[in-house]
């Protein structure tokens, strides 16, 4: 069934250093993979997402990785800034199912 | 609309009594989730709409939540008797395609 396990459950990193959270699953049919991030007593929003004929996708800081083989995908957030901390959920869909099941979530603090 | 909108934001009931919680999706996606958010914790789904599909109910709770979406639009989650561990955010989310946007959600705070 639908599984995937996030790491780590909370991230504390300098301002401007990188910040990776891992996610793994076990469906190899799993087919696209949303990052979203929740800031405090706010709704989850979309930051970036990759489907599974993609190895790898950009936007400014933020990147994810996708290896399908190894059936992980990770999120890479570069120079980082205050107002990057928050809870970051990795999640997934499963072709022909369609539900998307989400990770435990990391919250992630960004020291000044 | 702009945007994936809950009703209401905050609702304080008795325990015991029925709740129902409104999600209006984005106009045009086919399909629809409900989650439930803990304090502090992860996303947990409860079910899912597609189309005229019949809905993903797997992770309802408890005979107690049931949902329904007329007319492929408009979805209402009903929770009966509701317990104090039904306390949580209730986040609604519609998608098109691949990509899913969430409501504000609906804190629920049975007293």
Known sequence: GENVEQHPSTLSVQEGDSAVIKCTYSDSASNYF????????????????????????????????????????SLHITETQPEDSAVYFCALTIRGAQKLVFGQGTRLTINP | GAGVSQSPSNKVTEKGKDVELRCDPI????????????????LEFLIYFQGNSAPD???????????????????????????????AVYLCASRIRVQAFFGQGTRLTVV
């Open chain 1, 34 to 73: 949303p990052w979203y991030k929740q800031e405090l007593g706010k709704r989850p929003q979309l930051i970036i997402d990759i489907r599974s004929n993609v190895g790898e996708k950009k936007d400014q800081r933020i990147a994810v990785t996708l290896n399908k083989t190894a059936k992980h995908f």
């Open chain 2, 27 to 42: 106009s045009g996606h086919t399909a629809l989730y409900w989650y439930r958010q803990s304090l502090g914790q992860g």
């Open chain 2, 57 to 87: 109910k797997s992770g309802l709770p408890s005979d107690r939540f049931s949902a329904e979406r007329t007319g492929g639009s408009v979805s209402t989650l009903t929770i009966q008797r509701t317990q104090q561990e039904d306390s």
